[in-house]
T-cell receptor, first 113, second 114 residues
Framework: AQSVTQLGSHVSVSEGALVLLRCNYS??????LFWYVQYPNQGLQLLLK??????LVKGINGFEAEFKKSETSFHLTKPSAHMSDAAEYFC???????????FGTGTSLTVIP | NAGVMQNPRHLVRRRGQEARLRCSPM?????VYWYRQLPEEGLKFMVY????????ESGMPKERFSAEFPKEGPSILRIQQVVRGDSAAYFC????????????FGPGTRLLVL
């Protein structure tokens, strides 16, 4: 079975500071991992995905994530936060022959000017 | 290439009425997924369909909910005799091939049951 845990339902950072959003997964088979961003009253937009190639994955808007098998983690980072990064971020896992994505409960990012 | 389209974007129903939510996948995508997002929660899988087939409905409530993806036309999520607990955002996603491929999400339908 697969599952995702996102530590910290709310994260606040100052503009220009490092963004770190945590995601830990559970999977009995090699996983595919995704980060999505959701702006208010909108759908989910793909930020980046890991599909067993390079462990450091670069996405859009300056975000990147590193797959660490030993830690079962896929944390999302951005060196310098921008006001436009304020949104809800979801980590998701898909694995094996399953047909669905398993989503974490989300992390709401606030950027303080 | 148009993205995943959902309509209506907002839907208000009274208890006991029916709600029909439509989803048109991205061009070339034959796999459709429906998810439900309750307030302050993540997305929960409901059903996975390919053209004319329900592949996995393990996340669908046993009663009142049904889904279809006909040969022609959009996928439909149907909720009969809605109750207040059905109020949520319903998202459709599509992918071009197998389920582990990236899923592209529509803007969602926000259902409010009065």
């Amino acid at each position: 079975a697969q599952s995702v845990t996102q530590l910290g339902s709310h994260v606040s950072v100052s503009e220009g500071a490092l963004v770190l959003l945590r995601c830990n997964y559970s999977s009995s088979v090699p996983p595919y991992l995704f980060w999505y961003v959701q702006y208010p009253n909108q759908g989910l937009q793909l930020l980046l995905k890991y599909t067993s190639a390079a462990t450091l994955v670069k996405g859009i808007n300056g975000f990147e994530a590193e797959f660490k098998k030993s830690e079962t983690s896929f944390h999302l980072t951005k060196p310098s936060a921008h006001m436009s990064d304020a949104a809800e971020y979801f980590c998701a896992v898909s694995a094996g022959t399953g047909n669905q994505f398993y989503f974490g409960t989300g992390t709401s990012l606030t950027v303080i000017p | 290439n148009a993205g995943v389209m959902q309509n209506p974007r907002h839907l208000v129903r009274r208890r006991g009425q029916e709600a029909r939510l439509r989803c048109s996948p991205m061009k070339g995508h034959s796999h459709v997924y429906w998810y439900r997002q309750l307030p302050e929660e993540g997305l929960k899988f409901m059903v996975y369909l390919q053209k004319e087939n329900i592949i996995d409905e393990s996340g669908m409530p046993k009663e009142r909910f049904s889904a279809e993806f006909p040969k022609e036309g959009p996928s439909i999520l149907r909720i009969q005799q809605v109750v207040r607990g059905d109020s949520a955002a319903y998202f459709c996603a599509s992918s071009p091939r197998w389920a582990q491929e990236t899923q592209y999400f529509g803007p969602g339908t926000r259902l409010l049951v009065l």
